[in-house]
């Protein structure tokens, strides 16, 4: 943490001279808000929350926190699933939020762009572009909250990455205040641009941890004209794989989701939201959706596909969306499946990514290796399987032995994520890291990206203001992991607080 100077007791008078007192909240009751996260696991506390209304503003109040080396603590919709948007237990960060700078900056149909500021909601976002006849694909359950700037930091995904990418594909460029208080601004329309280092994809997925977003310039895309979505039932996480290649191979770029949920998601949201009826009963459901923007294409293809899966017993039903009312109620279920998880209590959450020709062997390993520790353990597995992306979360039925489950977080972590680096996948496929993974990632990164990673931070940061005890742990000594202890791929360095 950052030796504090006595210049700070008067932060939050500086800070208000910058962005006008109504913008400084310190009263605690208003701070309390924006001091836990959406999962309600972490709890912090702050001096401040100060919400700058321009780009200036946000480089005004970065310069006065450095000069007291106060640390910065970014938030956006706070919808983060791994705490990086929650201070620490110090008291001593000052948090900052941009949602009064919401502003669609321009909007460029001649090259397919979108210049957002970082605290539109990413629902905005999408509304600008679509009401510009373009799609701005981006699409998470938490829209109408997550901000421009979270979905930056945290480079998220959600359910169209299959067929449009990720935050970063989706972003020419951006503008930011680096940890210096310098406004650099990499706003371009360019779709190709190798003019030295790509600062815009090294701040992108770092968490508020390399800087502030203020601005981003957007890729927008051509409308679908044509859409189908598809609630397929199935045997077994083995049969959705073979249906995705089927479905790939006579679809291509228009498959454009591949959701799969297993049987207790399907069951959780039934108990918490019984009047989102299932399409159908089937042990494992696939959502998937097609899309073209012909007006001439034709879907119906997919209705004879998947009549011969049904005839082949690859598919014990399906149902298909006959209406935009169809197609939306169909999504509403996939999507309330986090909130019915809340719902129903903790559980230990793992966001794993595999190759795909692994996902199914990785369940089929897991399973036995936890139940044997834990016996009568469930799992919820779902998510963006097209994208070899799990949603994998853990919980017992029992509230006492749920407790009693999360007292042992650090060893169910470690079995999960041996499992996931030996079949050559990551701890973290779209949520980041947060404070939630940090001392894993020392486990499971190589030394080598883990000291560029230090190298890069403390580069850009040295006083280390910027988010910190995020992404990185703050105060742990990088050493050689001692003999046996290695992950398979034999990555990694040892991390005192990982020792079970
Ligand atoms: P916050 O939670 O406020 O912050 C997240 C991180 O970004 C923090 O480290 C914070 O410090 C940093 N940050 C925020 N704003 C800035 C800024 N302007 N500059 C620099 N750093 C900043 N994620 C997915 O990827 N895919 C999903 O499908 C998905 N589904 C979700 C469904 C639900 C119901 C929920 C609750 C969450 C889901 N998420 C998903 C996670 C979350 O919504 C995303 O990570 C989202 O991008 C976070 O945006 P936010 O504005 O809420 O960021
Ligand atoms: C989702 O895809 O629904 C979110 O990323 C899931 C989550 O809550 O883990
Ligand atoms: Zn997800």
Not at 174 to 202: M, Q
Not at 324 to 349: M, N, P, T, V, Y
Not at 430 to 445: A, D, N, P, S, V
Request: aromatic content about 4%; proline content about 6%.
């Amino acid at each position: 943490m950052p030796k504090r100077l006595e210049a700070s007791t008067h932060l939050p008078d500086t800070l208000a001279a910058i962005v006008g007192g109504a913008n400084v909240l310190v009263d605690p009751a208003e701070l309390a808000p924006f001091l836990t996260d959406w999962r309600g696991r972490y709890q912090g506390r702050a001096r401040a929350l100060v919400r700058p209304g321009n780009t200036e503003e946000v480089a005004a109040v970065v310069r006065a926190c450095l000069s007291a080396r106060i640390p910065i603590v970014p938030q956006g919709g706070n919808t983060g699933l791994c705490g990086g948007a929650t201070p620490d237990e110090s008291g001593d960060a000052v948090m900052l939020q941009l949602r009064r700078m919401n502003r669609a900056r321009a909007l460029d149909l001649e090259n397919n762009v979108l210049i957002a500021e970082a605290g539109c909601t990413l629902l905005e976002a999408q509304a600008a572009a679509r009401n510009a006849g373009r799609l701005f694909p981006l699409s998470l359950a938490s829209e109408g909250s997550c901000q421009i700037g979270g979905n930056l930091a945290t480079n998220a995904g959600g359910v169209r990455a299959l067929r449009y990418g990720v935050m970063r594909d989706l972003t020419l460029g951006v503008e930011a205040i680096l940890p210096d208080g310098k406004i650099w601004s990499g706003l371009h329309t360019l779709r190709k641009n190798n003019a030295g280092y790509d600062l815009s994809n090294l701040l992108i997925g770092s968490e508020g941890t390399l800087g502030i977003f203020t601005a981003a310039a957007l890729k927008l895309y051509p409308l679908p004209q044509k859409t189908m979505t598809c609630w397929l039932g199935l045997a077994s996480p083995e049969a959705a794989i073979v249906l995705l290649d089927k479905v790939q191979a006579a679809f291509d770029s228009r498959l454009v989701a591949f959701e799969m949920i297993c049987p207790l998601a399907g069951e959780l949201m039934r108990r918490h939201f019984p009047e989102l009826s299932l399409p159908l009963d089937a042990p494992w459901s696939v959502l998937c959706e097609l899309s073209d923007c012909s007006h001439a294409s034709d879907l119906t293809a997919a209705e004879t596909l998947f009549a011969e899966c049904l005839a082949a017993g690859e598919l014990s039903g399906a149902a298909l969306s006959r209406s935009l009312r169809e197609q939306e109620a169909f999504w509403r279920r996939r999507e309330c499946i986090s909130e019915a998880q809340k719902q129903e209590g903790d559980s230990i959450k793992h966001d794993i990514a595999l190759p795909i020709s692994r996902v199914a062997e990785f369940l089929r390993r897991i399973k036995p290796l936890l139940n044997e520790r834990f016996p009568g353990i469930r799992h919820t597995a779902y998510g963006h399987l097209g994208d070899g992306n799990l949603h994998f979360n853990l919980s017992m039925p029992d509230a006492a032995e749920n407790e009693r489950l999360l007292d042992n977080e650090a060893l169910v972590n470690r079995i999960v994520y041996d499992c996931v680096d030996e079949l050559g996948g990551s701890i973290s496929a779209e949520h980041g890291i947060g404070q939630l993974k940090r001392e894993m990632l020392c486990r499971y990164k190589s030394a080598a990206a883990l000291s560029a990673m230090r190298i890069v931070k403390t580069a850009l940061d040295p006083r280390g203001i910027m988010n910190p005890g995020k992404v990185l742990p703050q105060d742990i000594e990088l050493s050689p992991l001692s003999p046996g202890h290695s992950p398979a791929s034999g990555r990694g360095e040892q991390c005192p607080l990982l020792e079970i």
